[in-house]
């Protein structure tokens, strides 16, 4: 399946920034509303179904320079756009 980008930020921040981010997102999600990612002149409203696949990753990129070695923790939503996706969720 091919993938389009709709949306994309990043910048960096400090923990407690993202952590606010991240509250209002999980509080959408808990009431079932709809809510609009906006950066500059790009924006996406997502209506996520009660019901959507979660994944956790974290990998460990290192330089091949050999420097120091970054961490990155990815937390994903995912679910089909006709709202057809009834799978279990499962957290590992």
């Not at 997502?46 to 990998?59: A, S």
Request: glycine share 8%.
């Amino acid at each position: 399946m091919a993938e389009e980008a709709l949306f994309e930020f990043e910048r960096n921040m400090d923990t407690s920034e993202v952590a606010q981010y991240l509250r209002t997102v999980a509080d959408h999600l808990e009431s079932g509303d709809e809510f609009t990612l906006e950066s500059g002149t790009e924006s996406v409203t997502l209506t996520p179904p009660r019901r959507v696949e979660f994944e956790v990753e974290v990998e460990r990129e290192t330089s091949k320079s050999g420097g120091s070695a970054e961490i990155e923790l990815e937390f994903e939503l995912e679910w089909d756009e006709d709202g057809t996706g009834t799978g279990d969720l499962n957290i590992g």
